[in-house]
């Protein structure tokens, strides 16, 4: 009996390993079994018994490395020795945690670490918008992109779409080198940052190419309607008012949109408000909408960041104390 298993192209290397070894170890696993991997095409030849087995088992093996996005020789062995068909669903360095968001490339547990990264969670759950506020370095951006590759992951919904509003940019914009997208790729990098430590680089431009996950400067949301998506707008502190008032009314049916933002790193000219600020002051009252405010004590980079943080607020609350004192 022979059988073609055709796997999601974007998966196809990571499946296979390096140099085909996954397939090699999968043949002396079954040595009965004729393996002939093609492209995204896996045949399988054996008895209608050996087929059967082997293509449940790679089931798993497939459905394993969606989940973790790893696939080790031992990660095999276990799989097609265990006769539990919700093996994969197992990781035995973290069973009972409620914190992990998702595994990202090569296994990297992405979770909740603070009270209020662990809020953000809950919060995405209850409501269909939420703002995160909070200094750099508590998380914001890194747990909502991980929220929106498990809802992607989930099939909860179609696309992901990320954008920032390129305020630095400016009239020089036309003055940096290439084209549209090489002049906006810059303000946009950290975003391709955390994506590239929740996929496969692969499965990564795959999604890239066919628009499943979008980046895109703010102003080319205008006119949109977001359905079935997870939206999330960064450094919206740096949009203007009726930028994010065009933001927030591009939602469609079946999107959860995740805007985050740091208050005290304004980039706007003097002569425009922060629609982050207004935000906070207008919307915080509409049932669906949460508001989560981060600090310090969630700053998760190097111990340093939080020191700095602490000595700019200082130093903030020293100028605004002598001004007040002048006046």
């Not at 360095?93 to 990264?117: C, F, W, Y």
């Not at 998380?139 to 630095?168: C, D, F, H, M, W």
């Not at 990564?204 to 979008?214: G, N, P, Q």
Request: glycine share 6%; charged share 25%; hydrophobic share 40%.
């Amino acid at each position: 009996m022979e059988k073609v298993i055709i796997i999601d192209p974007a998966l196809a290397v990571g499946i296979y390993g390096k140099n085909n070894r996954n397939i090699d170890l999968l043949r002396n696993i079954y040595p009965t079994i004729k393996l002939t991997a093609r492209g995204n095409e896996l045949k399988v030849a054996g008895t209608e018994e050996e087929v059967k087995t082997f293509s449940s088992r790679f089931e798993l093996l497939t459905a394993y490395y969606e989940h973790f996005e790893r696939l080790t020789e031992t990660d095999i062995i276990n799989i097609t020795a265990n006769e539990d068909e919700h093996f994969y669903l197992l990781d035995k360095d973290n069973m009972g945690s409620n914190d992990i968001i998702l595994h990202g490339r090569e296994g990297k547990i992405i979770k909740a670490i603070t009270p209020n990264q662990k809020k953000l969670v809950k919060a995405l759950g209850d409501n269909d918008m939420v703002f995160a506020i909070g200094p750099a370095g508590t998380g914001k951006t890194y747990t909502s992109v991980a929220l929106a590759v498990r809802a992607l992951k989930n099939k909860q919904i179609k696309r992901i779409i990320l954008t920032r509003p390129a305020v630095e940019a400016g009239e020089n914009l036309g003055f940096l080198p290439g084209d549209l997208r090489d002049k906006l790729d810059p303000y946009l990098q950290p975003l391709y940052d955390a994506l590239r430590d929740m996929m496969p680089m692969t499965k990564l431009l795959a999604y890239l190419e066919d628009k499943t996950i979008e980046i895109a400067p703010l102003a080319f949301m205008r006119g949109r309607t977001l359905d079935n998506a997870y939206v999330i707008l960064d450094e919206a502190q740096n949009a203007t008012e009726s930028q994010l008032k065009m933001f927030l009314t591009r939602m469609g049916k079946n999107a959860k949109f995740f805007i985050t933002g740091d208050i005290t790193q304004v980039d706007l000219p003097r002569h425009q408000s922060s629609g982050l600020i207004q935000a906070g002051k207008i919307l915080r009252n509409i049932k669906g909408i949460e508001f989560i405010y981060l600090d310090n004590s969630d700053v998760v980079r190097h111990h340093l960041v939080t020191k700095i943080i602490q000595c700019y607020e200082k130093w903030e609350e020293g100028k605004s104390k002598n001004s007040d004192q002048i006046q």
